[in-house]
């Protein structure tokens, strides 16, 4: 029965480490599990301390932890994977968002569809907790929705939350695998799938993988929400630029931008009597904006004052 490594990146969230330790420590499974956090916080050391005391408790699963002192999500991934991995036995990586927590069958849903699909990559269910109800113009924006199979999968994956990763598929990437100029912007995640898609490596869904999402008040506010729509669109683009194999490409993503922002009247007289959808057009307009900033090289820091994700 193959090993699988369950990776936590941490940062000045300890709470939510804990409430994730402990759902992990009710899996229902058989498998051959172990736990790896890595604190991006090397000041603090938040995520060693709740580690060492889980252990101290005597975990259910064997539970180490490391310290990532360059900050960064992407840093935080690669020491993760370069840990996980070192260990010959290890033939998946499970990676969870420190806000998250399972459902109790959550990694045999991840495996089961593994085994029958025969997938690089398996991504799961992610339901949104509130700390405060979102205001129903919100109810369809990224960071704020569920997610599930139905609204996203287009075979598509990239988000790095609720993912089943087998080592297999790093054998075709080089190294850094989540590239650090993503570390403090988002988009390390959408970057490393894109580079897999290249070398033709395969994705599948687990909509029985459940798992949970604490989101907090600030992230339901208008200003969060725009801000994060011209994050998404500055990574996007980076992603493209990054990884575009054509000058064509580049031609084909400008007319987009173009075909947004003419759109985005239009959008705003359709839906004004909708309410879950009265600011898709600016949505829309701060997805282009950000687009547009990746092409005159601008780069929107997330995560440069904030913990990850």
Known sequence: MPAITVAIPTFRRATELRRLLSALGALETERQISILVADNDAQSLE?????????????????????????????????????????????FVAMLDDDEW?????????????????????RGTILRVYEVAPPVWASEWDGVASIHKANV?????????????????????????????????????????????????????????VVYEQVPAARVTLSWALL????????????????????????????KIIGALLSVPILIIMNCATPSRRLHGVRKFCRAAGKVGALIGHRYYEYADHGQR
Do not use: H
């Not at 101290?56 to 992407?74: F, H, M, Q, T």
């Not at 990884?243 to 490409?249: L, Y």
């Open 47 to 91: 995520g060693v301390g709740i580690s060492r005391e889980f252990v101290a408790a005597g975990y259910r699963w064997p539970l180490d932890y490391i310290v990532v002192p360059e900050r960064g999500i992407a840093q935080v991934r690669n020491a993760l994977v370069a840990r996980a991995f070192a260990d010959p036995s290890v033939r």
């Open 102 to 122: 399972p459902e109790r069958w959550w990694l045999e849903e991840l495996l089961v569809a593994q085994d029958k699909s025969r997938a690089d990559v398996v």
């Open 153 to 209: 999968y287009r075979g598509i994956i990239d988000g790095t939350g609720n993912v089943l990763i087998s080592r297999d598929c790093f054998a075709g990437l080089t190294e850094p695998y989540f590239d650090p100029q993503f570390g403090l912007t988002g988009g390390e995640d959408g970057d490393f799938f894109a580079r897999l898609r290249k070398i033709g490596a395969r994705f599948t869904w687990a909509e029985g993988a």
């Open 228 to 255: 994060r729509a011209y994050r998404t669109g500055n990574s996007d683009m980076r992603i493209v630029l990054k990884n575009m194999d054509r000058p064509s490409d580049l031609i084909y993503e400008i007319g």
